[in-house]
């Protein structure tokens, strides 16, 4: 009688226990900040965000070393920031580019070279795109770079037609996409009520994941929010914290 008992109360201690972890476990949110390696000052300002924060760097820019090398000492995770053919203004995709008149081995050798400039990246997000990623062949050629690497694709989603995610989950690949570009106006009020929007979608589906980009005034807001973000009843996590949560049928230790 006396074993039922402590039995019992050992029951009841561990149902109160997950009830309360589960009451705690708070909603989500990830944010990328991209298009770093070009603008010396906003991009250290950035680096100073508080947090898990993941820095997205584009190749062969004039900051692109410097960037990665402060972002990995101050224990930031760091992605590939991979320019890719789009729908127009190619003019802004920089070298290193990725296009749809490449061979196999060129795409290849572009994007290998791409990823030596950096080390310990933990993965890739395309930089434009909107005409590369709606490509199965050439997203294919993409995932066996990736493959190869462990590293985890994210869809920055430039274009609603774009088929990463389908060929990364064929391949097994790690895989995330952006829910919301914060800061595609520059102005505080339409960048506070984007982080609302944030913290909305992360209440709502467990997760969200941002891109924003090193401005001044994100970079101000941002920090703001971070200070006070228990505040809002959300926590920052990083990318391969994400990655954990959506890709649980596949996830493939990285
Ligand atoms: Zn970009």
């Known amino acids: 009688m006396k074993y039922n008992y402590i039995f019992?109360?050992?029951l009841l201690s561990?149902?109160?226990?997950?009830?309360?972890?589960?009451?705690?476990?708070?909603?989500?949110?990830?944010?990328?900040?991209?298009d770093l390696g070009y603008k010396q000052k906003e991009d250290m300002l950035a680096l100073s965000l508080p947090g898990p924060i993941a820095y997205a760097i584009l190749p062969h820019a004039p900051y692109t070393k410097e960037v990665a090398i402060i972002a990995s000492r101050n224990g930031k995770e760091i992605?590939?920031?991979?320019?890719?053919?789009?729908?127009?203004?190619?003019?802004?995709l920089g070298p290193g580019a990725l296009t749809l008149n490449m061979t196999e081995k060129e795409f290849v050798k572009t994007l290998e070279?791409?990823?030596?400039?950096?080390?310990?990246?933990?993965?890739?997000?395309?930089?434009?795109g909107s005409l590369l990623t709606r490509h199965p062949g050439h997203m294919q050629w993409l995932m066996?770079?990736?493959?190869?690497?462990?590293?985890?694709?994210?869809?920055?989603?430039?274009?609603?037609?774009?088929?990463?995610?389908?060929?990364?989950?064929?391949?097994?690949i790690p895989f995330l996409k952006r829910d919301i570009f914060l800061d595609n106006k520059t102005d505080f009020e339409y960048i506070t009520k984007k982080i609302f929007e944030l913290i909305a979608i992360a209440k709502k589906e467990g997760t969200a994941l941002?891109?924003?980009?090193?401005?001044?005034?994100?970079?101000?807001?941002?920090?703001?929010?971070?200070?006070?973000?228990?505040?809002?009843?959300?926590?920052?996590?990083?990318?391969?914290?994400?990655?954990?949560?959506?890709?649980?049928?596949y996830y493939i230790d990285i």
Request: charged letters at 15%; a neutral charge.
């Open 8 to 10: 019992l109360f050992f």
């Open 14 to 34: 561990l149902f109160s226990t997950l009830t309360y972890s589960e009451q705690t476990s708070l909603p989500s949110i990830s944010i990328i900040i991209d």
């Open 79 to 92: 992605l590939l920031h991979q320019p890719m053919q789009a729908l127009e203004n190619n003019d802004l």
């Open 113 to 128: 070279t791409n990823i030596n400039i950096m080390s310990n990246i933990i993965g890739i997000n395309n930089h434009m």
């Open 144 to 172: 066996n770079v990736l493959k190869k690497n462990k590293y985890i694709y994210i869809d920055s989603l430039t274009s609603t037609n774009s088929v990463a995610g389908e060929i990364a989950g064929k391949n097994k």
């Open 210 to 249: 941002a891109i924003a980009h090193p401005h001044f005034n994100t970079i101000e807001i941002l920090s703001k929010f971070l200070q006070d973000i228990d505040k809002y009843g959300v926590k920052l996590i990083g990318i391969k914290s994400l990655t954990k949560i959506r890709n649980n049928e």
